[in-house]
């Protein structure tokens, strides 16, 4: 059996996924872009994916934002901290691709696909060593990244059936009272 999903959509017809493992690119980053890409559709996230790699929107960085420069362009998220990470953003892309791609085998549309799942894990750290003065050595390591998305298509909304009949609620002493008033 192969690597489970963490979480799975609620209607396996109508989604598509994708997901990569052990990603040779910083997980911060990585989890940063991931999580700005939740909630809009798949057409729109390969927009919004294209406009960051040409700068002309930014990655709004909300939970490891510690050094991170400030910019105008995070405005439109309502924060003042983003940057461009390029090697996250065309991993992201790719995933993305992947992702259009299995949704045009299962014949559903990008711009009724709307991304309901983004998760990035932490992966095992790649090992390497560093030489240091006087004949030590440290290790260099790097932060490697898991990535899964899925995407489902939004269900259409029905009208509520119109009811005539409007019944009061009662608390248990408006009902109690009523009752004694019916039987004296």
Known sequence: MGKQYAREPAVAK????AR???LRTHFKNTYEVAKALKGQTLAQALKYLQDV???NRCV????FNGGVGRTGQA???GRSQGRWPEKSVRIVLSLLQNLAANAQVKNLTNDKLIINHVQVNRAQKGRRRTYRA???INPFLSSNAHVEIWAAEKDENVKKEANNK???RQSR?????????IGA
Request: cysteine-free; proline content about 3%.
């Open 53 to 55: 790699l040409q700068h």
């Open 173 to 181: 002493k408006q009902a109690a009272r009523s009752k004694l008033a």
């Open 60 to 63: 709004p960085f909300t939970r």
């Open 166 to 168: 409007v019944v009061a």
């Open 75 to 77: 405005k439109e998220f």
């Open 20 to 22: 990569a493992s052990d």
């Open 14 to 17: 109508k989604s598509a996924k």
């Open 134 to 136: 006087h004949g030590r």
